[in-house]
């Protein structure tokens, strides 16, 4: 059969060498564009839907919240597993489904019932009905990476720079730097901790109410009213219809002044006559550290498709591309970055696989006495490779790399593997061993030393023996005629 395959091949060498390139283009191709991960992703699909209860205790989500959830949830096709967890003021439920299953479809069928059972949940204090969130569809690795944003210490400040509060980045991570980086493909979520949001706030005084004769929902009112962006109708001319709008522009807190409550004797009651105004912050729940000082630790998440070295890249270029409009922020992108492990385990492979290729290349030149045949081994052993990562690429949306250790592994395991190796390819190709002189020489190498020289000669035994019995160079040499060479 290997006659006839070799036969064949030589009598159609223009096509064997066009399928070879073909072969090579496709395989870099898909190397290039094959996504890298540390793990591959081995979670089944999974949907989450989490409801936030401000104020409730454990006790009212679980009865009020997630139980009725998990009776509007249960039944759906193909799901496996329903797991839940109540907090104090947190509702969270996880359905994990059978591998296989269209993850799209899955989230379709969940939001469809999370509607209908919304329906049923209890109000906020402030009458406004609980809300369940089917949550972004994640990693089993998701996080690709931690930014911390920081105040700039005074002697860091360049010139012409203000200092600013955490406020003031938590201002601009809500409204500049977390929708730009929403907007990276491939990032599914981004959560920020210590975020301390600004608001205006109001401080009625109970003495100056009473004092001008003004209750506490009149103000609430007022304040509701005045603060509006919407339509104030129509201007019609004889020839066209104009939509005017208004827009209430606050700027401050004291801008809020202004608002009038009521009116005695034709003299308007101001806000700023029976309330302090100031500008602060929400309760903090919970805070963000960076570099041993507050700040504000944001958490990039990818979708379980994402390529995590290209998004680590563009979401390091956005904040490149916003860094010259964030004066006086300290930007750190290095606390968690497992791009930095796939690209370490990366030049680590590439140096293995050079150094290989080198050694198989001397070691082909040095025992088979003729280039063209070393020529023929060193062609067959790459397109072997590219053969087997486009399987991988093909079986699996992402390929895990070995760990820094793994590279580092000492020589004598690799002998072992090596020696297994080069069995089951003698087996495979039902050739002789090789004389004992042989195997003597191959053990006592000092290329033994090397990690990645176990690989190399693994590949060049298992190529001579193939190459040897396919083109059929006659029968192995007896050990006197190997012992003449090298002299």
Known sequence: MLRSLVAASLKQRYVVLIGAVALIVVGVYAVWRSPLDVFPEFAPPLVEVQTEAP?????????????????????????????SKSGQGLSSIQMFFERGTDLFQARQMVTERVQVAAKELPQQADGQPLTPRVMPPLSSTARVLHIGLSPKRPEDLKPGEKPMSQTDISVQMKWTIGPRLLAVPGVANVSTYGLHDKQFQIFVKPQDLRDHGVTLEQVKLA?????????????????????????????KAEDLGDIVIDSRGGVPITLRQIAALTT???????????????????VVEKFPWANTLQVTRDVEEVIKTLEPGLPG??????????ATFIEQALGNLRTAMIIGSILVALILLAFLFDWRTAAISLTAIPLSLISAVLILVQFGPAWPLPSAKWWTTPSSTWK??????????????RAPPLPSFWRLRWKSAALWSMPASSWSLCACRSSFWAVWR??????????????????
């Open 329 to 338: 922020v300290a930007i750190t992108t290095r606390i968690f970055r497992p």
């Open 55 to 83: 104020g409730m205790p454990t006790e009212s989500v679980e009865s009020l919240v997630t139980i009725r959830l998990e009776s509007a949830l249960n039944g759906l096709p193909r799901m496996t597993t329903l797991r």
């Open 416 to 429: 072992i593997s090596s020696a297994a190796c080069s069995r089951t390819a003698a087996k495979a190709i």
């Open 223 to 251: 304040v509701k009213k005045a603060i509006v962006n919407g339509s104030a109708a129509y201007h019609v001319t004889p020839n066209q219809q104009l939509g005017v709008q208004y827009v209430t522009r606050v700027d």
């Open 280 to 298: 602060g912050n929400p309760l903090h729940i919970g805070e963000g550290v960076v570099n041993d000082e507050a700040g504000l630790f944001v």
């Open 470 to 487: 396919a083109i059929s160079f006659g029968p192995w040499p007896s050990p006197t005629a190997w012992r003449s060479w090298p002299p």
